[in-house]
């Protein structure tokens, strides 16, 4: 039997109710023996919910025997929080990104190297049926030499941002909050990424849109942009570029395809585990679709750091890990660096290639619905 890796979670708002779901349940390396938030009444209300401790970020910097804390609170408050926990020795996994500015990312990592500890970061839906079989499509030949790459995504945050007020604020951007899951899968596609370009717009002016919230007809201004573009350069030298878009409308229309020499690969969205993956060989009139081979098509938040969670306990690296996680930070980073400047962007940052799961483990066959094989 293999240890489990005793965990808390930091943060206990929207997102964390599918964390412990899948914490406790989905993944048997993970013990969550407990949650903090500065709302102690929500804090409470999910410790009792998942039949976990409720904690105070001082008993988690302080109880030795959690090993490794999962983050998700707000990205403006990432830096701060996960310094804290590395500082006090434990491993960290975050939800996204490692933090909203390149340089405190970088230093992040540069602590977790200094102290030995595993730092991850999501998105961790690159681990996922989709985009492992995506993988496998790209990496066979099947669509011939990779050259260029293209995502997009719209949203509306007009709406949007009335109830999740934090999309409007630094750390809310498009580009933050949605586009991250676009560059991670094809940062693990393509691998590094050699130079950037990019234009964003200036912060927008908005009004409350709402009666029945109580600031109905107030306006007020953005402190991110709305729309963000930009173009990559990649170290294999495929080319490619993202439109993120959160001045537009819902639903959201989005799109993720690799051009090949042989071929065209068209792949879900990356801002979940499962989807339609298919190719337009050179040819052919109409696509066909790839059936994977790999679990997690469902929701599986988490899986990021159950991953990290096998690799501490088999001493090797994790696959979200901080060196991915930082890259992408400069990506954005980069996007606006060459807005604002007008001038290509070159990258500091890189990573090493990450290796996709093991095929064949298929959640709903897999004896206690935990698929570590796939994962270790």
Known sequence: MVKTVKTAIVGCGTISEKYMENLKNKFSIIDLAGCCDVNVSLSEKMAGKYGIQQMSMEDILNDSSIEMVVNLTPPSVHYSVIKQLL??????????????????????????????????AAPD???GAAIQNAKDIADSGMIGEVKSCHAFVNRDYKTLGEFIPYLSKKGGSIGVDVGIYYLTALLFLLGPVSAVTGMKNKPVERMHRFPFMGNYGETYE????????GMMEFENGALGTVHFNSDCIFPEMPGLTVY?????????????????VSVLRKGQDTPVIIPSNYGYAEESRGLGAAEMAWAIRNQRKHRANAG???????????????????RYYRMQSTFEKIPGLKPGYLDRNYPGNNAEGSIV
Request: aromatic share 8%; hydrophobic share 35%; proline share 1%.
């Open 87 to 120: 500082e006090a020795g434990r491993h960290v996994y975050t939800e996204k990104v490692l933090s909203i500015e390149y340089e405190q990312a970088k230093e992040l990592t540069e602590l977790a190297e200094e102290k030995a500890l595993y730092l991850g």
């Open 125 to 127: 839906t690159f681990l």
């Open 222 to 229: 953005t402190e991110v942009e709305s729309i963000l573009t």
């Open 260 to 276: 090949g020499t042989e071929g065209i690969l068209n792949m879900a969205d990356p801002n979940g585990f499962g989807g339609e």
């Open 324 to 342: 991915l996680a930082l890259h992408a930070v400069e990506i954005l980073h980069g996007f606006t660096q060459s807005s604002e400047s007008g």
